[in-house]
C-alpha cells in the first residue's frame, strides 16, 4: 500500500513535483545573477550595501522580476543604518614613477579627496605595534587573519586611539585566499569613525619593497559614507494558498564586490522556483511566500551583531503577520558551488527528523555529492535564517560555511562566475524546490522537539552532571523528551492522513508557540557568535579556568595563558589595551535591538589575570599564587552562574512540557 501524506500519495507528490522541475531553468536562473551585478556603488568593484542607492535600485529590478513571473510582489520597509561604499584609492610616487592602488572598504565613516599623509607599517595592528611607532595623522597598514586571530574591529580602534587617520588591512590567510590580488570586506562590528579599507597582498608586498628604503608619502582618497536610520526594503512575493499557513523561500539582494554566488545565485535561485511552481499550476496549499532580503551582509551601526539586520528589522518591525502561520523558511546561501564532498541541510533541531526522512532519496545526490546529503543543527548566526528562527519562523539554509569557498573567495572580488557550477546549481534547483512542496504537503509543521532537549542534555558534561541542580535538570529534560517524541508521531499519524483545512492553522500555531518559546529561552551565544545552549558558556570557563588553575600549580604560565584566553572574550586581552577590549565587551552585553541582544550569559574579566600570567611566567621560578587565588574565585563563582542557569532551564523545560502538552491535545483532537 502506498504511504499517504496529507490526502497525497507519494507517486501522485513525486508526479506533481517533477512537473513543476521541468519548468525550472538553470540557465534564465544564472542569466539573472549576472544581471544583478549591474547595481553597484563602486563601479569597478561593486558593493551593493545597506540603504545604498544600488541596493534599492536593486530592489526595484527584483520586484519587477516578481512581477513579470506573477507573484503577488510587495515592498516592506525597514528602517536600519546604511552605507554607501564609493571607492577608494592610495597614490604614491617612486623612483620607477606613479602608483594607484585601489582599495576595498568596511562600513564607516571617511570622506576625503588627496589627503597628503604617510602610510606606516603597523604589523598585526596590536598594542605592542603601535606604542612601537607614531601614526598620529597617518595612514597604519596591518595584516590580519579574521578567522583565526581577530576581527578587524580590535586593531581599527586600537589604530583610532593611537590617531591614525584610518587602518588598511591585509587578509593575512582566513579569508581571499584564492589570490595575491584578492581584497576582502567584513562586517565591522565596531565605530564608524574607525575608518578602516582593505588591500591585496600583492599591493601591499610592492608597498612594504619601497617602504624599506623610507618614508612613503601617500595621496589618499575615500568616499564611505554611513547614514544612520535609513530605509530600504525586502521585496516579498506570494503565490496564495487555500489555508493561511504560509512557507517562505529567502535569499538576501544585498553584496559585497560582485555577489555572484553570495547572493546572486540565491535570489535567481529563488524566483526560479518560484517561476516553475507557477508554470506547473501547482496549487499550494499554504501561501508560498518569496523573501528578497535587504542589508544581509550589514546594517546596524556600532554593533557586535551588525549582519543579519535587514532580516530582523522584517521581523520587528510589524510590517508582517507571519509569526504563528509561517511553518518554515527555506534561506538559500551561495547555492551555485558545492561546499564540500557531502552536502548538509542546517536547521532548526525540530525539523532534524522530518529532514533526515525527507533526504532519504533525493535523485541524483551521488552524481553530485559522492559522501551523500545530510542534515545538521542547529542554524547559526552566520545568515538571515537565524533571524528568522529566533522570531518563530522555523529555518533551514543549505551548509555553505564550512567549505574552501569561505577562505578563499568569499567576500572577495573574486566571488564571479567563475565559481559557477551549474551541475549542482540545477541539483539545488531541484532539491529545495522539493523541500518547498514537502513542507506544502504537511498538513502541520512536522516539529520534533525531542531532539532539541536530547542535544541540550548531551550538552552538559562531567563533572557538571554530579550536582542537585544537574539532577533536577536531567529528570525535567526525560519527560520533555518523552512527551516531544509522543507529540511528533502523532504530528506524523496527521500529515499522513488529513487534508489542510483552517482549524490545522489554529493546531499549527500552538506548535509554532511552543517552538518560539524553545528559541527565546534554549538559544544563547558564545562571545564568538556560536549559537549554544544557555549553560554551555558557564561549562566551558571552568573547564579552562580549571586547566590554568592546574598549569599555574605547575608553574606552567604559557599553558595557563593557553586556557585563559579561551575563556568568553579574553582572547583579544593579549593583543589590545584596555580601553579597546572593554569598549566591545561593554558593547556586546549591552546592546540592543539586534538578533545578538540579551543572548549572552555573563562575563569574565581577566584581563589583569592575563597580564599578570604572561608577565610572572618570563621568570625562571614564578609565584602565582596571587593569580590562582583569583581563579579559584573565579571559578566558584561560574560554579554558582552554571547551578543558576541549570535551574532556569530546569524551570523553563516544565513550560515547555506544559505547552507540548497544550499541543497534544488539540493536535489529538484533529485525529478524532
Not at 114 to 138: N, P, Q, S, W, Y
Not at 428 to 436: D, E, G, S
Not at 456 to 465: D, E, G, K, V
Request: charge should be negative; include cysteine.
Amino acid at each position: 500500500m502506498e504511504n499517504s501524506r496529507g490526502g497525497m500519495t507519494d507517486q501522485d507528490f513525486l508526479a506533481l513535483f517533477e512537473k513543476a522541475a521541468k519548468e525550472l531553468k538553470v540557465q534564465e536562473s544564472y542569466q539573472f545573477a549576472r544581471e544583478l551585478e549591474q547595481f553597484r556603488s563602486d563601479a569597478v568593484l561593486g558593493y551593493r550595501t545597506a540603504g545604498s542607492e544600488a541596493e534599492k535600485r536593486a530592489g526595484e529590478y527584483i520586484f519587477e522580476k516578481m512581477q513579470q513571473i506573477g507573484l503577488q510582489t510587495t515592498r516592506h520597509p525597514v528602517v536600519l543604518d546604511g552605507w554607501e561604499f564609493r571607492g577608494a584609492f592610495l597614490e604614491y610616487e617612486t623612483e620607477s614613477g606613479h602608483t594607484a592602488v585601489r582599495l576595498g572598504g568596511y562600513q564607516t565613516q571617511l570622506s576625503v579627496k588627496d589627503l597628503k599623509t604617510e602610510l606606516v607599517d603597523a604589523g598585526k595592528g596590536t598594542k605592542k605595534d603601535f606604542d612601537k611607532i607614531d601614526v598620529r595623522g597617518k595612514i597604519a597598514l596591518i595584516r590580519i587573519n579574521q578567522r583565526d586571530e581577530w576581527w578587524i574591529n580590535y586593531p581599527a580602534y586600537q589604530a583610532h586611539l593611537a590617531g591614525a587617520v584610518a587602518v588598511i588591512a591585509v587578509q593575512d590567510k582566513g579569508y581571499g585566499e584564492v589570490d595575491a590580488k584578492a581584497l576582502n570586506a567584513q562586517d565591522i562590528c565596531g565605530l564608524p569613525d574607525a575608518p578602516a579599507f582593505s588591500m591585496s597582498k600583492a599591493d601591499m608586498n610592492e608597498i612594504l619593497s619601497h617602504m624599506k628604503k623610507g618614508k612613503i608619502a601617500i595621496n589618499f582618497t575615500a568616499e564611505s559614507v554611513i547614514s544612520p536610520q535609513t530605509t530600504t526594503y525586502n521585496i516579498v512575493g506570494t503565490i496564495p494558498g487555500k489555508t493561511s499557513q504560509m512557507i517562505a523561500l529567502s535569499a538576501h539582494y544585498d553584496s559585497y564586490f560582485h555577489g555572484f554566488e553570495d547572493d546572486n545565485c540565491g535570489v535567481s535561485m529563488m524566483l526560479s522556483i518560484a517561476k516553475s511552481i507557477l508554470l506547473s499550476g501547482y496549487q499550494p496549499m499554504k501561501t508560498l511566500v518569496f523573501i528578497a532580503f535587504a542589508s544581509e551582509e550589514w546594517g546596524k551601526i556600532d554593533s557586535r551583531y551588525d549582519w543579519s539586520a535587514g532580516a530582523y528589522a522584517e521581523m520587528t518591525q510589524g510590517q508582517n503577520d507571519w509569526r504563528g502561520k509561517m511553518i518554515a523558511d527555506i534561506n538559500l546561501e551561495l547555492p551555485a558551488i558545492a561546499h564540500g564532498k557531502k552536502h548538509y541541510i542546517r536547521s532548526v533541531f525540530e525539523y532534524k527528523h522530518f529532514l533526515r526522512d525527507f533526504l532519504k532519496d533525493p535523485k541524483g545526490v551521488d552524481e553530485y555529492y559522492p559522501e551523500g546529503v545530510d542534515v545538521v543543527c542547529p542554524v547559526q548566526t552566520w545568515s538571515d535564517d537565524f533571524s528568522m528562527s529566533i522570531n518563530g519562523i522555523p529555518s533551514v539554509v543549505n551548509e555553505f560555511a564550512s567549505g574552501s569557498f569561505m577562505e578563499t573567495h568569499y567576500h572577495s572580488q573574486f566571488d564571479d562566475d567563475t565559481s559557477y557550477d551549474e551541475r549542482i546549481y540545477a541539483f539545488h534547483h531541484r532539491l529545495y524546490l522539493r523541500l518547498a512542496l514537502a513542507f506544502d504537503r504537511c498538513v502541520l509543521p512536522p516539529m520534533d522537539y525531542s531532539t532539541r532537549i536530547k542535544r541540550l542534555m548531551r550538552s552538559l558534561r562531567a563533572p557538571h552532571t554530579e550536582t542537585e541542580e544537574a539532577e533536577a535538570f536531567f529528570n525535567a529534560a526525560e519527560q520533555a523528551i518523552e512527551i516531544g517524541e509522543e507529540l511528533y508521531e502523532k504530528i506524523r499519524i496527521v500529515n499522513n492522513a488529513k487534508i489542510p483545512e483552517e482549524r490545522e492553522s489554529v493546531a499549527s500555531a500552538v506548535l509554532l508557540d511552543a517552538f518560539k518559546y524553545c528559541e527565546d529561552k534554549f538559544v544563547s551565544l558564545d562571545w564568538y557568535e556560536k549559537s549554544i545552549f544557555p549553560h554551555e558558556n558557564a561549562q566551558k570557563n571552568i573547564e579552562y579556568m580549571q586547566k590554568a588553575l592546574d598549569a599555574l600549580a605547575e608553574k606552567d604560565g604559557e599553558t595557563a595563558k593557553s586556557a585563559i584566553i579561551e575563556v568568553d572574550d579574553n582572547s583579544y586581552a593579549e593583543a589590545f589595551d584596555r580601553q579597546v577590549t572593554s569598549y566591545f565587551t561593554s558593547k556586546a552585553l549591552t546592546d540592543t535591538n539586534t538578533w545578538g541582544s540579551g543572548r549572552l550569559t555573563g562575563h569574565n574579566d581577566l584581563f589583569e589575570l592575563l597580564g599578570s600570567v604572561m608577565k610572572k611566567g618570563k621568570a625562571e621560578n614564578p609565584d602565582f599564587s596571587f593569580e590562582k587565588d583569583v581563579l579559584r574565585t573565579k571559578i566558584e563563582v561560574e560554579r554558582k552562574n552554571l547551578g543558576y542557569i541549570l535551574e532556569a532551564e530546569t524551570a523553563r523545560l516544565y513550560i515547555l512540557i506544559h505547552k507540548l502538552q497544550s499541543a497534544m491535545m488539540v493536535v489529538e483532537a484533529l485525529e478524532r
